[in-house]
């Protein structure tokens, strides 16, 4: 099985940055895309970024030229530099990874960090 860990979540003023990261452990042979996703109250789950194995990246619209996505595939770990934060951004973030297993190909969700933007 693989897990994924998420950690960076908080509070933070708008306008403020934070940190997110995901790392990846388990019986992992090669990690394809790993992206963030995040949910509002009330509101469906989002991709807000994703990254492939090579590097390539896509940004939702509202976050492009705030957020950094970034992965160290030697550590098997991702990560979301997000600035300018605004209150829209307020959500449970999720970490999500495509990953070859020993015995298939699977996709895995961490357990979601809480991002609160607010003054």
């Known amino acids: 099985q693989v897990q994924l860990v998420e950690l960076g979540g908080g509070l933070v003023q708008p306008g403020g940055s934070l940190r997110l990261s995901c790392a990846a452990s388990g019986s992992i042979l090669r990690i394809y895309t790993m992206a963030w996703y995040r949910q509002a109250p009330g509101k469906q789950r989002e991709l807000v970024a994703s990254i492939t194995s090579a590097g390539s990246t896509v940004y939702t619209d509202s976050v492009k030229g705030r957020f950094t996505i970034s992965r160290d595939n030697a550590k098997n770990t991702m990560y979301l530099q997000m600035n300018i934060l605004k209150p829209e951004d307020t959500a449970v973030y999720f970490c999500?990874?495509?990953?070859?297993?020993?015995?298939?190909?699977?996709?895995?969700w961490g357990q979601g960090t809480q991002v609160t933007v607010s003054s």
């Open positions: 999500y990874a495509d990953v070859q297993i020993p015995w298939g190909r699977r996709n895995y």
